[in-house]
């Protein structure tokens, strides 16, 4: 109550305080109400104005952000004819689009003649795309363009790979389709004979200077002079005294320790020898096994007994097979780089959502009964013309890079559309997934039936060229992609028409064979990375053409085998002469050394001690008969003195007796 | 800050009702607490130009408020997180999250909850503790203030006139 007084009294003061006029004292009068109709007047014309201006200008505003996204995101021109945005439900209808070829300005990347697609229009306010329904048709691919688009940047030449296939595919087209000359067989085979004979003659070399240095420590020819020089001497000593004897045993002494140090020097040089010798056998047995081996190995790499070997349809699908294997790669390497580019912005996300958690304030996620990933496309439906003659109408359903929010994979379809057939003529079936670490694996299955082929040269070979003038083929296969490729695929061709050119036996051989061919079977497996797959193809096509080249060509390969084999025979025979003159020089040590040992057993431990004792006996014996005979002498000197002496006593009895 | 004090004590002088002052206080208050593009911060602006409201005490106190909010972030944002992280509440929030309005004015965070409930919660007191003080000041210490130089200023720039002219409209 005291409140409002007051308000009333303020008031009036107010109103005194302004000056008053008469034009207050009306409003005074006349209370304002509390809804001020120009602010509500004035709201409604700017929230109008800006709805107006949205809808009007939405399409130009559309048509500018979609072409300035692709010109930036890809690098190169967009161009729409026309842009039309519907506002319930929310969508977009696209007209005539060319996505210009960054690498190649005068043709498109893509370009389709219209696409609609209907939005969820709450989950795009809070930044995500969610598109229920995306229709394209007339989709084309490196389509030409009537003027060439402006390229803003290059993407990176990630043909590398695709250069080195063409170049291994022109590698391949080298080597002929004909049975391969002894020269070269040898000249491809990596030779065990050549190499075992270079052994022998490093173990030689090797070998050779070590027996030289044991021969050289040994006594040469004056040495071995001397040493009889020596020898004769002391034969010829005369013992005559002890002295003599001394000096005998002296000398003796000498020549034995010489001798016994050159003994040493033969025993090692004689070790040496043998030691040499079993290395080099051992070598030479292993040139002489190896053209053997040689024989074996060039026998495994060539179809001499193995026919299957020859796979002809490596030959004539090779090609064909590596060109749609280049085409895959060549899609894989331009997404690659967007694929790349999400992972950096999935990154990056990272980042600044723990920046933010750092600030006050977080985040608190609470289940959605139907979350949403970044972008979606619910379904999708697609006509795109491959080529003149083939339409594909595509279809996908659940298509993200985050499959992994949703709980079930994304789902593909693509089928031919054919312009008189009654079933498409081709069907793929596949899904994918992208796990929250970025790993994406797919797998699916496909079916051809009745496709009818047209005219294609098959091979370009040095000998052979071949052309597929008619036929249809029927298949079925199955692929899987998780870190590896997995892919088996079976084909049937049937109502085949071979023609083509051959210039060799074999070549002629497999036209013929192939012109006479109906029906053949090809299976074909790639497996590995996806950027260097390893490819397997088998036909039963290989067993007809090695039943025929086996009878036909199996004289010529015994005649290659024999010449083969006498050529490495020949190798061997020429490492052989080479390494036995070589062998002979250590024969030649082996006599020296020898010849030595004899000589020096000449001057044995026993023998000399048989010298000194011969002659020791000698002198003894000389000198006891020496002592002897003065023995005798003295004896008979004295027997003498004593009859001389009885004599002179016995003269005295004579006298008495006469 | 010399001018922003100036505004409102000529705002106070004014002939202004006390409830428009009041509620512009309460609205700033709002408005400065909560993100200005969230759904209290819009709601608050198409208040602004629907009510007869004193822009001018608005505009000044929106700068005030918005300021203390810097300070009265970690409050706000634990009286968020004690709600948003109340397992009781778990289902209601659960199904508030299902709409796109929750998700898009960011309830689901701390921070922005915690200031708009804070702010919802002191608007009514705000509201009459404002009006209360405006004639508290207008019976006390009004006719000293007008005397000030720098309110007779104001109230003679032409700025004033065209506000006024605005204001009565």
């Known amino acids: 109550m005291t409140d409002t007084k007051n308000e009333q009294a303020v008031d009036k003061k107010d109103q005194d305080a302004v000056g008053g006029n008469e034009q207050t004292e009306k409003e005074a009068a006349k209370p304002k109400g509390m809804i001020r109709p120009a602010g509500i007047a004035t709201l409604a014309i700017l929230v109008g104005g800006v709805g107006a201006g949205t809808y009007f200008f939405a399409d130009s505003l559309a048509h500018y952000g979609i072409t300035t996204a692709l010109a930036k995101s890809i690098g190169a021109e967009a161009n729409i004819e026309e842009v039309k945005v519907d506002w319930h439900p929310l969508g977009l209808k696209i007209n005539s689009l060319q996505q210009t070829d960054p690498a190649s300005p005068q043709t498109n990347l893509f370009q389709f003649e219209s696409a609609s697609l209907k939005m969820n229009l709450g989950e795009l306010l809070l930044g995500k795309y969610i598109i229920s329904d995306i229709s394209v048709t007339g989709l084309k691919f490196g389509s030409a363009r009537n003027t060439p688009g402006s390229v803003f940047k290059a993407l990176e030449d990630t043909e590398t790979g695709v250069q080195k296939q063409e170049t291994s595919a022109t590698a391949d087209e080298s080597s002929g389709l004909d049975i391969p000359s002894v020269d070269e067989l040898l000249a491809k085979a990596d030779l065990l004979t050549e190499k075992k004979a270079r052994a022998l003659e490093k173990v030689w070399a090797e070998e050779k200077v070590a027996v030289q240095q044991a021969i050289d420590a040994l006594p040469d020819k004056s040495r071995l002079k001397k040493y009889a020089q020596d020898w004769r001497a002391i034969k010829n000593i005369k013992i005559k005294s002890v002295d003599d004897l001394n000096l005998l045993k002296q000398k003796l002494k000498q020549l034995k320790s010489d001798v016994k140090a050159d003994k040493s020097s033969l025993k090692v040089a004689k070790a040496q020898v043998k030691a040499s010798r079993k290395e080099l056998d051992v070598a030479y047995k292993e040139l002489k096994a190896a053209p053997k081996q040689d024989w074996q190995n060039i026998k495994q790499q060539l179809p001499i007994d193995d026919p299957n070997a020859i796979a002809i349809s490596r030959v ?43 600030a006050y304030g977080e985040n608190i996620e609470f289940a959605l009964e139907k979350p949403y990933p970044d972008w979606l496309v619910e379904n999708l439906e697609m006509s795109a013309q491959v080529s003149a003659q083939d339409t594909y109408k595509v279809g996908a359903q659940n298509i993200t890079a985050q499959t992994y929010i949703l709980g079930k994979p994304a789902t593909y379809q693509i089928a031919s559309v054919g312009t008189k057939q009654q079933e498409p003529a081709f069907e793929l079936g596949g899904k ?116 025929a080249f086996k009878q036909a060509v199996k004289q010529r390969w015994t005649q290659v085998e024999d010449d083969t084999k ?3 025979a020949s190798k061997l025979q020429n490492s052989l002469d080479l390494n036995n003159a070589e062998l002979a020089k250590l024969q030649d040590m082996d006599l020296n050394i020898d010849n030595i040992e004899v000589q020096l057993k000449n001057y044995g431990q026993g023998k000399l001690d048989k010298i000194v004792k011969d002659k020791q006996k000698k002198y003894e014996e000389e000198v ?35 | 800050m010399f ?43 198409v208040l602004i130009f629907s009510l007869r409201v004193n822009l001018s005490t608005f505009i000044a106190l929106f700068a005030v408020f918005s300021a203390l909010s810097i300070l009265l972030a970690p409050l706000m944002a634990s009286i968020g997180e004690l709600l948003l992280k109340n397992e009781n509440w778990l289902e209601l929030w659960t199904n508030l999250y299902q709409s796109y309005w929750f998700r898009l004015f960011e309830y689901n965070n701390t921070l922005t909850l915690g200031a708009a409930v804070f702010s919802v919660i002191l608007f009514i007191p705000v509201f009459f503790i404002a009006k209360w003080l405006v004639l508290k000041y207008r019976a006390a210490l009004m006719a000293f203030v007008n005397k000030f130089k720098v309110v007779q200023s104001l109230k003679a720039s032409k700025f004033y006139q065209v506000y006024q002219t605005v204001h009565g409209a």
């Open chain 1, 566 to 568: 006498q050529a490495l």
């Open chain 1, 316 to 358: 004539l699908f090779g090609e064909e097979i590596a060109g749609y294997l280049e085409t895959a790669q060549k899609y894989y390497l331009k997404a690659k780089p967007y694929i790349d580019a999400h992972k950096e912005v999935k990154d990056n996300s990272k980042i600044s959502a723990g920046v933010e958690q750092g």
């Open chain 1, 432 to 547: 994918y997934s992208i796990a929250q670490t970025g790993m994406f694996s797919t797998d699916g299955e496909w079916q051809l039936n009745g496709h009818k082929l047209s005219p294609k040269s098959l091979s370009k070979s040095k000998n052979l060229t071949v052309k597929l003038e008619e036929g249809a083929v029927n298949g079925i296969g199955s692929y899987s992609y998780t870190d590896e490729l997995n892919s088996k695929s079976k084909l049937n061709f049937v109502e085949t028409k071979f023609d083509g050119s051959s210039d060799s036996e074999i070549a002629d051989l497999t036209l013929n064979t192939l012109k006479g061919v109906k029906t053949f079977d090809l299976d074909v497996s790639v497996t590995g990375k996806l950027d260097s797959p390893d490819t397997s193809i088998r036909s039963n096509l290989d067993n007809r053409l090695n039943k």
């Open chain 1, 624 to 658: 006891k008969a020496k002592a002897k005979a003065e023995l005798k002498k003295q004896e008979n000197k004295l027997k003498d003195k004593l009859q001389d002496k009885l004599k002179d006593k016995l003269k005295d009895f004579k006298c008495c007796e006469e």
């Open chain 2, 3 to 45: 001018t922003l004090l100036a505004k409102i004590l000529s705002v106070l002088n004014s002939d202004a009702e006390p409830h428009q002052i009041a509620s512009a206080v309460a609205l700033a208050m709002l408005a400065g607490l909560n993100p200005l593009l969230g759904g209290i911060g819009l709601l608050v602006l």
